[in-house]
């Protein structure tokens, strides 16, 4: 536990989303449970909970509901007692919000942490709520600043920390700070967002606490932190918990420049290096060059291939010669041998992408 704990604080965390942007990954897994640094995403944020004292928490799930227990189970596993509550057609994040806090024990004046399920933060927890406390505000938002606010919640405050308004997405925003997706709510606050209906804590709730004068707070800082909803920035997280640059307790293993997990088999004259994470089973061959990428289970990457910045699905296949850049390979895709495929292309599931006979011919 770190010093700055706040033993028996209760969390609910957002997991309900159908992960758009990172299709095709997250036709078959919901985007918390994709492998990041060698386990699925959601650990991290677990073990970095439970390290500011948090011991009970409760899923908001929705969409592929059913997938999020057969991983984390009753949770004791990882020292948490985990609750699953689940939206029969998704209600938002603040109706996701209202049903999950069915499943807490927290009194009316209690702080209750949430948090959006795709976040890495290296931020101080304990502080956070701890000024939550001490200003007795209604809710406390994580802020961090970025350099494109347009695809965030712009949160302006005032000298004294109050937010003065909350503009989800918008396209003329007035700082560069947004929320950060980790908020502290009065139990009661929560308590007050009508039942079984579709709310949006950021286009509904906070504006409205806001309107009425309430106090809504803004904690600040400049620690790590990332929302890991797009490709770029999914590879991006798990090449930095790989290479230190924000510790995660939940990480399989020591790892240098790159993580192997157990199984996985990587010849001694491939080339595996910033930061990439190789899935259990997983195969790269000799020559094969494997930088800043995620390997899931059970992939190939064949001799003379390059894969640099992507995301390989689970037994996806990257042939010989093959060169894949800012990519997304879809489960059981097949890259066949010679292709160069552009940056940011996508790549289905099972898609069988065939030789590209002009450079694999021009190659040998
Ligand atoms: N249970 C449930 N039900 N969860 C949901 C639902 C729902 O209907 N809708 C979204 N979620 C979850 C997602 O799974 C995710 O963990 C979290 O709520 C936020 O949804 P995203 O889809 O990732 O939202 P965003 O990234 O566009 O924007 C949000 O996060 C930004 C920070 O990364 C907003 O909160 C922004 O204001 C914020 O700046
Ligand atoms: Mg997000």
């Not at 069988?352 to 450079?359: E, F, G, I, M, S």
Request: glycine share 12%.
């Amino acid at each position: 536990m770190t010093e700055t704990s706040v033993p028996g604080l209760e969390a609910i965390l957002l997991v309900g989303g159908q992960g758009t942007r990172l299709r095709p990954l997250t036709l078959g897994t919901p985007k918390p449970l994709l492998p990041t640094a060698g386990v699925p995403f959601l650990a991290h944020q677990l073990a970095r909970a439970r390290s500011f004292g948090v011991r009970r928490i409760v899923f908001a799930t929705s969409y592929k509901a059913a997938m999020f227990e057969p991983v984390f189970g009753d949770g004791a596993e990882f020292g948490l007692s985990l609750e699953y509550m689940t939206e029969e057609t998704p209600l938002g994040t603040g109706g996701a919000i209202r049903n999950a806090a069915e499943g807490l024990t927290a009194a009316p004046t209690d702080p209750v942490l949430v948090l959006n399920g795709d976040i890495l933060s290296g931020h101080d927890i304990g502080d956070q709520v701890r000024t939550h406390l001490a200003r007795n505000a209604a809710v406390t938002l994580h802020l961090t600043e970025v350099d494109d606010p347009t695809r965030f919640g712009c949160v302006p405050t005032d000298d004294d920390g109050r937010v003065t308004a909350f503009l989800e997405k918008t396209s003329n925003p007035v700082t560069n700070r947004i929320n950060a997706g980790c908020y502290v709510f009065t139990r009661s606050v929560i308590d007050r967002i009508p039942r079984d209906e579709v709310v949006s804590v950021e286009r509904e709730t906070f504006p409205g606490l806001i309107e009425s004068g309430e106090l809504v707070l803004g904690y600040h800082d400049r620690t790590y932190w990332l929302d890991v909803g797009t490709p770029a920035a999914f590879v991006q997280g798990s090449r930095d918990l790989v290479l230190g640059r924000l510790a995660s307790p939940a990480l399989p293993g020591p790892t240098g420049d790159h993580l192997a997990l157990d199984g996985a088999d990587v010849s001694p004259e491939a080339k595996v290096n910033n930061g990439s994470a190789v899935g259990s089973r997983a195969v790269v061959e000799a020559g094969a060059v494997v930088s800043g990428s995620v390997l899931s289970d059970e992939c190939v990457v064949e001799a003379g291939a390059t894969v640099t910045d992507s995301v390989l699905g689970r037994g996806a296949r990257v042939c010989s010669g093959a060169v894949v850049r800012d990519a997304v390979i879809g489960d059981g895709a097949v890259v066949g041998p010679g292709n160069e495929l552009q940056a940011g292309i996508r790549v289905w599931p099972g898609v069988r992408l065939p030789a590209c006979a002009v450079r694999w011919s021009s190659d040998i």
